[in-house]
């Protein structure tokens, strides 16, 4: 079966931009979560999102924002873009929770120059 | 910071040795997870240890969870240099449905 797909793969956007980076999870899998990746800070946990709510959140501003769709499908925004949100953005689905392991996309690797 | 600590940052071995790399982390869990990341894309789960679970093995992959320590350790047996990769543990804490990932142990594995 297809694994997570993330698009794009690359994206370069300036300061003061926003952007939108999409998730579409394996098939039956209802639960997707977010991930941000920087060289300074790790692995840093985003927001989490089952049957469309919200269910977790990460300690980031209010810049970052996210949605699922009825498919499952999920998006998340960034905006007013900072230099500092240069990353790689990983998505990640599971069935349901957590208690079985999750399926990382490849990731979108953000630029903002 | 919520985030787990690793050890070592980095490791690097010849074929054939073992690997084992360290876990700390600070809450209560409902389970940890190892994952795998060749250079920068995304992460391969491993395995993972409920918390009322002790050891697990998986091939070449064991994992040993104590969580009075709030430790885990990940050993690799007879490495291989396409084990060469950065190694990630993750904890689920209790009653959430976030991984709060550790900081990571790069393994070089030379042939």
């Known amino acids: 079966k297809a694994g997570v797909t993330q698009t794009p793969r690359y994206l370069i956007k300036t300061r003061g931009q926003q952007v939108t980076l999409s998730c579409s999870p394996i098939?039956?899998?209802?639960?997707v979560s977010w991930y941000q990746q920087t060289p300074g800070q790790g692995l840093q946990f985003l927001f989490e999102?089952?049957?469309?709510?919200?269910?977790n959140k990460g300690n980031f501003p209010g810049r970052f924002s996210g949605r699922q769709f009825s498919n499952s499908r999920s998006e998340m925004n960034v905006s007013t873009l900072e230099l500092g949100d240069s990353a790689l953005y990983l998505c990640?689905?599971?069935?349901?929770?957590?208690?079985?392991?999750?399926?990382f996309g490849q990731g979108t690797r953000l630029t903002v120059v | 910071s919520q985030q787990g600590e690793e050890d070592p940052q980095a490791l690097s071995i010849q074929e054939g040795e073992n690997a084992t790399m360290n876990c700390s982390y600070k809450?209560?869990?409902?389970?940890l997870q190892w994952y795998r990341q060749n250079s920068g894309r995304g992460l391969v789960h491993l395995i993972l240890?409920?918390?009322?679970?002790r050891e697990k093995h998986s091939g070449r992959l064991r994992v040993t969870l104590d969580t009075s320590k709030k430790s885990s350790s990940l050993l690799i047996t007879a490495s291989r240099a396409a084990d060469t990769a950065s190694y990630f543990c993750?904890?689920?804490?209790?009653?959430?449905?976030?991984?709060?990932f550790g900081t990571g142990t790069r393994l070089q594995v030379f042939p």
């Open positions: 990640a689905s599971s069935l349901s929770n957590l208690d079985t392991e999750a399926f």
């Open positions: 993750a904890t689920v804490p209790y009653n959430t449905d976030k991984l709060i």
């Open positions: 098939s039956g899998h209802r639960s």
């Open positions: 999102y089952f049957s469309e709510t919200q269910r």
């Open positions: 809450t209560s869990i409902n389970n």
């Open positions: 240890i409920r918390s009322n679970e």
